[in-house]
């Protein structure tokens, strides 16, 4: 494949291993489900696929505590089922992009099974972060180190054996590296190396802006960026400086995405400086309520500072865009309508996109799963009260009228809505009206434009809660008020995500126009 930036502009789909599809039977997606499917992801028209791990795990929180960096889980296939994923997607045009999870490994990792076995002090518990609570660091109301609390509820301390307590900011099966030690940071460039060797284009970085927690783990006030304790502490930027030599000194162009959840576009663009990350997810957009004035907020603010921005509507980790953008609204079921319009608007706008399976189906958050189904540890440790990611997890429906819907064919390891048979990949193809229909058309679309789009977009005047703007020929408009407004000049509607005259764009529709320009 050639040497071209391709990440700028790419339209990556996400792949959340476990259910995208089942080859071997046993209710759980794997490398040779996904292998069968690349002709479906090459006829919607995406650019590249990012897989969330498949590395050996116990899946305490579904493969992101990971046992061995270097190996598939015999859950998902083998290094042979990999080699030859890489080998077909390459085939069918389409880049792979895998996950790295370098904050934290699976408490099953030998290094921190060593670690247990160590005495306190020794360079085995040094990779990862144990302390003592003294008297000057405990403050007698609480047991733990500090006061930092774990990202999926409760405290981020558990206590060993010989009185130590470990960091975990996720689960407590998920300890935290010790990032100041050298020996953490080469082992995770060989790791890089062992990947891109076997020919991936990139890596998803999982929370990447968690590496490095701040010098004496100071008790800590809520919030994210530089004053943060655990999140976007300076010296992170090292760690991706060496990571991009590395990616650099592979043939090609090798791209890496990192997860950054922060509270500025500020911090975002310090991520992807010319010597580090390619690019950051822009949650910003994804948590933007569905208003014009919310949308031109984030997208000024975001282009103002990040260079080659992306787009991100949904993900593993949030409920369904679809269901998101229809709470609160007096017919919840026009979520999917907005679902379809915010796509547009995200096509349209410079940088790269990215999708998550299933939105292409229009598929919503499941939010009905029984208890005993549930698997996301937040669940678990919230005691039910938060439901967690569960919901948008649920196995793809591809075909049939029955679950598992040609998911494979033990079962689905999350149940399948009955109301999913009229959503089915299958039936879906075969109705120029479905979702997928509009999906395949504005990727198709997309593709059609992508050499006469400039990088900078303009603003048009819009009336309402509309949002009008131009990049070159193409201009788009997503109205997001509750009546119809007036379509700025055009020669050609060239798609739509609803029924637009060639005049009036109703509500929670957008459009795209051509202009003769
Ligand atoms: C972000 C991942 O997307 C999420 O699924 C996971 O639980 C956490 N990082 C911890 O690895």
């Known amino acids: ?60 929180d579904g493969g992101y505590d990971v046992a061995d960096y270097r190996d598939v889980d015999p859950l998902f296939g083998s290094l042979a089922d990999f080699d030859a994923l890489v080998a077909d997607a390459h085939a069918h045009g389409l880049r792979l992009m895998v996950d790295i999870v370098p904050n934290h490994s699976s408490s099953a990792h030998p290094w921190f099974q060593k670690a247990l076995a160590a005495p306190s002090g020794s360079e085995e518990r040094d990779r990862y ?38 960091l975990h900011l996720f689960a407590p099966e998920q300890p935290d590296f010790n990032w100041r030690n050298p020996e953490v940071r080469q082992e995770f460039l060989d790791i890089l190396r062992f990947w891109l060797d076997r020919g991936i284009d990139g890596f998803r970085i999982d929370v990447a802006m968690g590496l490095i927690k701040a010098p004496g783990l100071p008790d800590t006030d809520p919030g994210f960026g530089a004053k943060s304790p655990t999140w976007s502490r300076p010296e992170v930027h090292d760690i991706y400086r060496d990571w991009r030599r590395v990616l650099d000194s592979y043939p090609g162009v090798r791209a890496a995405v990192g997860e950054v959840w922060t509270d500025s576009a500020e911090d975002l663009a310090l991520y992807v400086r010319p010597d580090e990350l390619h690019q950051s997810f822009n949650f910003a957009w994804l948590e933007a309520p569905w208003s014009a004035t919310a949308f031109r907020k984030v997208i000024d603010e975001t282009l103002r500072a990040v260079p080659a921005p992306t787009w991100v509507l949904s993900n593993h980790d949030v409920v369904r865009h679809t269901t998101r953008y229809g709470e609160g609204a007096p017919d919840p079921s026009v979520g999917l309508a907005r679902g379809h319009a915010a796509l547009l608007a995200m096509l349209a706008l410079p940088g790269s996109a990215y ?9 919503p958050e499941v939010k009905n799963l029984p208890p005993e189904a549930r698997q996301d540890p937040i669940f678990f440790r919230s005691k039910g009260e938060v439901l967690g990611r569960d919901g948008c997890r649920v196995p793809i429906p591809w075909s049939g009228t029955a679950p598992p819907y ?4 033990g079962g689905s390891w999350l ?7 009229g959503l089915t990949a299958e039936r879906q193809a075969a109705d120029p009206s479905s979702t997928l229909a509009f999906y395949r058309r504005a990727l198709a679309a997309r593709r059609s434009l992508r050499e006469t789009l400039p990088d900078a977009m303009a603003w048009l005047e819009a009336p309402g809660d509309a949002l009008f703007f131009s990049r070159g020929p193409l201009i788009c408009a997503i109205n997001c008020g509750t009546d119809p407004v007036r ?18 764009l109703p509500p929670d529709t957008a459009a795209w126009l051509l202009t003769a320009e």
């Open 415 to 421: 149940p399948q809505p009955v109301e999913w048979a």
């Open 1 to 60: 494949m050639e040497d071209s930036p391709w990440w700028r502009d790419a339209v990556v789909y996400e792949i959340y291993v476990r259910s995208f599809a089942d080859a071997s039977g046993d209710g759980v997606g794997d490398l040779a489900g996904i292998r069968s499917r690349l002709p479906y992801l090459a006829a919607l028209g995406v650019d590249a696929i990012w897989l969330t791990p498949f590395y050996p795990s116990p899946m305490a």
């Open 129 to 166: 972060m144990f302390r003592d609570v003294t008297p000057s660091t405990g403050d007698g109301a609480r047991q733990e180190p500090n006061n930092w609390v774990s990202v999926f509820g409760g405290p981020a301390w558990t206590q060993v054996a010989d009185g130590q307590w470990y």
């Open 355 to 363: 999708l998550y399976q299933g939105e292409e189906l229009g598929l």
């Open 406 to 409: 040609g998911f494979g064919t």
């Open 487 to 504: 379509l700025p000049p055009h020669e050609q509607v060239l798609i739509s995500s609803g029924l637009v005259d060639g005049q009036d």
